[in-house]
């Protein structure tokens, strides 16, 4: 079993930043993959960005020029560091496992 939780979320004014934390627990050793997934109220759940095992990062559409993911195994925790957050970017973001274990998820709120 892994625990994810994450933290960091808040609200921001268009333009500025914010850094996402997701500490893991548990059976760390068994993880690949990480990510980060985002659900803006009224719609589904969707891929923010994704570590994979090797080091390899993933971003949907052009998320990549403003968020970059990164990964501390040291501190067994997932990164997502985001910059120039526009209002669309608002919503929940979760932290995902090996596309199994999910975290609670932290809010984003950005104003115009």
């Known amino acids: 079993q892994v625990r994810l939780v994450e933290s960091g979320g808040g609200t921001v004014q268009a333009g500025e930043s914010l850094r996402l934390s997701c500490a893991a627990s548990?059976?760390?050793?068994?993880?690949?993959?990480m990510g980060w997934y985002r659900q803006a109220p009224g719609k589904g759940r969707e891929l923010v960005a994704r570590w994979l095992n090797g080091g390899a990062t993933y971003y949907a559409g052009s998320l990549g020029e403003r968020f970059t993911i990164s990964r501390d195994n040291v501190k067994n925790t997932l990164y997502l560091q985001m910059t120039s957050l526009k209002p669309e970017d608002t919503g929940v973001y979760y932290c995902?496992?090996?596309?199994?274990?999910w975290g609670q998820g932290t809010q984003v709120t950005v104003s115009s």
């Open positions: 995902n496992a090996d596309n199994i274990y």
């Open positions: 548990g059976r760390i050793f068994s993880i690949n993959d």
